[in-house]
């Protein structure tokens, strides 16, 4: 069951400045769950929005960003190999980006019962958690709920319904 934090981490420590906006990803099989259109779709968010910066934990590095994106780690993209509180860490959190897979459902959870917003896809794990209805069904609607929660402060406040945990926006099943 996932738990809510009692315990506070503070953005300097990750040199996250108060006005960035922090998303994350989380799992120790990110490196072989992000594929390249994924990536594209989340360094396009990244190109949009400059206080954005995306947190990958449970990967050391993922060769496919070394490829492709090798100018954003550790301006805008970071990786975290092991993270022993991740509600602490969530606090800190503005999103939670769940890649197209089926996976990522106990992190979900986690992120929620912290109240972090999470993007998915409708048919995943995550559904499971935030409730099919909340999740998307394409990169459009996908970028659309990232712009949503980005520009609307007001946005990822909800009432939990009918049980704590239970909510959301994520996704649906698209093939990428």
Not at 22 to 45: F, H, N, P, Q, W
Not at 150 to 163: A, G, L, R, T, V
Request: hydrophobic share 35%; aromatic share 14%; glycine share 6%.
């Amino acid at each position: 069951m996932p738990i809510k934090s009692n315990e506070t981490y503070l953005r300097e420590t990750y040199n996250i400045g108060e006005k960035d906006f922090l998303m994350v990803s989380v799992g120790v099989r990110l490196g072989a769950e992000i594929t390249d259109k994924y990536l594209e779709l989340i360094c396009e968010i990244l190109n949009r929005y400059d206080i954005a910066k995306w947190f990958i934990i449970g990967e050391e590095n993922i060769p496919l960003i070394e490829q492709k994106y090798k100018e954003f780690i550790g301006k805008k993209i970071f990786f975290i190999k092991y993270e022993h509180n991740l509600g602490a860490f969530y606090k800190m959190c503005n999103i939670f980006l769940n890649p197209p897979r089926d996976g990522g459902g106990f992190s979900i959870a986690q992120a929620i019962v912290n109240n972090v917003p999470v993007v998915s896809y409708k048919g995943r794990a995550a559904c499971y958690h935030a409730g099919e209805e909340n999740c998307v069904n394409s990169r459009e609607e996908y970028v659309e709920e990232v712009h949503k929660i980005y520009s609307d402060k007001n946005y990822d406040i909800i009432q939990y319904y009918p049980m704590p945990g239970r909510s959301w926006r994520l996704s649906i099943r698209f093939n990428y």
